[in-house]
């Protein structure tokens, strides 16, 4: 990653921490008609989803994974999952090949469904799709992005050295979100990313 990357991940570090002296993210779920909250909330209280690849080894055709992820520290995601992958897995491998990659979440595993089926509108559930990066550990971004997986997923920071688990994120295109009746919510990345009104609460 260039150096110009590093800086600008750091000063898009600092204008969160503005909004973060005062405000923090929901915890509770959001309005269901405030669709970029829903989408924050969603990327923010999970810690798992299934990341989609072009598999090279079947031939091109898709291929889900369980991972783990994490967009923050706990409580105060920044949106952008980030990943801590090996190419003894064959996600990892296949994003060096052909990026274009999607994370699915649900809002079922957060237990704020009820009894509804996971598959119904009103149990929230969200698709991202882009590319998949790698992140130079030495950056500003990378020390960023391992603290935030490390504080979500203390169990990495032992995994084998020998393995050569290498940071990720997920650089995000389109987002298919639904968390409520009338099909999907039109929300754009940087609606996502960039609305604090949207995605903030006072204290």
Not at 5 to 11: E, G, H, I, T, Y
Not at 134 to 140: E, G, I, M, R, S
């Amino acid at each position: 990653m260039s150096r110009s990357l590093c800086l600008a991940f750091l000063s898009f570090l600092l204008s969160t921490a503005v909004f973060g002296s005062s405000r923090r993210l929901r915890l509770a779920k959001p309005d269901p008609f405030d669709a970029a909250a829903t989408a924050r909330w969603l990327a923010s209280e999970n810690s798992w989803g299934v990341l989609s690849t072009i598999s090279s080894d079947l031939g091109g055709s898709p291929f889900g994974n369980v991972v783990s992820y994490s967009d923050g520290l706990p409580k105060k995601g920044l949106g952008i999952p980030y990943f801590y992958l090996t190419t003894l897995d064959p996600t990892a491998r296949d994003v060096l090949v052909d990026r274009r990659s999607s994370l699915t979440l649900s809002e079922f595993p957060l237990g704020t469904c009820g009894k509804i089926d996971p598959e119904n509108p009103t149990c929230s559930k969200m698709t991202l799709t882009g590319k998949l990066n790698l992140v130079d550990a030495n950056c500003t971004e990378g020390q960023f992005a391992k603290q935030a997986l490390f504080s979500k997923h203390p169990e990495m920071k032992g995994w084998p050295k020998n393995h050569n688990f290498k940071i990720f994120k997920l650089e995000i295109e389109n987002i298919f979100l639904i968390d409520w009746f009338g099909g999907a919510k039109p929300l754009s990345p940087s609606e996502y990313l960039e609305n604090p009104k949207s995605l903030l609460s006072a204290i």
